[in-house]
């Protein structure tokens, strides 16, 4: 079994602020990935890495950057934070390959105010 | 590309009655699995249910769901609603197109089940 970590749980940020969430993972999975919760909208994808260094973006990239240190974490950067912006950001991890399962974390709370 | 669809944002059930939750999908990639998570409130989503092959059933936790390769379909489904079924569900399928199997989840259904 693992885990995925990510901190903060609830983050709280002013419009234009650049904002850093981060995970980790002790899966010792290859891959991670970001997406964004918004109801209704089902997860959307943001960044994913498939090994340390690597960075692909996904659907919803603009106004994101990413940074993958090293295997077991995986950042991810709010390059300016829209006002009244709220959603929830989950971080997840699996092994290479299709058809892999993929676990998540509990996810960080965004507030903009 | 890829899309899933979840026709219903929100369903609502009475505890001991069939639900079912519907879920279709669009490709144009060889797809690989198609998975069901759930997300129970302040949780992280979980896989409740994960197939592969057409035509053949998947249970887990008293749910159910055949993929129909024929219709584009992979309906959840359960014979006996419980109040703790109550969550937010996602349907999902992983394309052969990229090399990841990266998902491609639909918009999700909050499934209430009520006494």
């Known amino acids: 079994g693992g885990i995925i970590t990510q901190t903060p749980k609830f983050l709280i940020g002013q419009e234009g602020q650049k904002l850093t969430l981060k995970c980790q993972q002790n899966?010792?999975?290859?891959?991670m990935y970001w997406y964004r919760q918004d109801s209704g909208k089902g997860l959307r994808l943001i960044y994913y890495?498939?090994?340390?260094?690597?960075?692909q973006k996904g659907d919803l990239s603009e106004g994101y950057d990413a940074s993958r240190e090293k295997k077991s974490s995986f950042s991810l950067t709010v390059t300016s934070a829209q006002k009244n912006e709220m959603a929830v950001f989950l971080c997840?991890?699996?092994?290479?390959?299709?058809?892999?399962?993929?676990?998540f974390g509990p996810g960080t709370r965004l507030t903009v105010l | 590309g890829d899309s899933v669809t979840q026709t219903e944002g929100l369903v609502t059930v009475t505890e001991g009655l069939p639900v079912k939750l519907n879920c279709t999908y669009q490709?144009?990639?060889?797809?690989?699995?198609f998975f069901w998570y759930v997300q129970y409130l302040n949780e992280a989503p979980q896989v409740l249910l994960k197939?592969?092959?057409?035509?053949k059933r998947t249970e887990h936790q008293g749910f159910h769901a055949t993929l129909h390769k024929s219709s584009s379909s992979f309906h959840l489904q359960k014979s006996s609603a419980q109040l703790s079924d109550s969550a937010l569900y996602y349907c999902?399928?992983?394309?052969?197109?990229?090399?990841?199997?990266?998902?491609?989840f639909g918009a999700g259904t909050q499934l209430i089940v009520i006494p």
């Open positions: 997840a991890s699996s092994h290479w390959g299709g058809a892999a399962e993929q676990f």
């Open positions: 899966f010792n999975h290859d891959t």
């Open positions: 890495s498939i090994t340390e260094n690597d960075l």
């Open positions: 490709t144009t990639y060889l797809t690989i699995a």
């Open positions: 197939s592969s092959t057409d035509n």
């Open positions: 999902a399928l992983s394309d052969g197109g990229s090399a990841l199997g990266r998902l491609h």
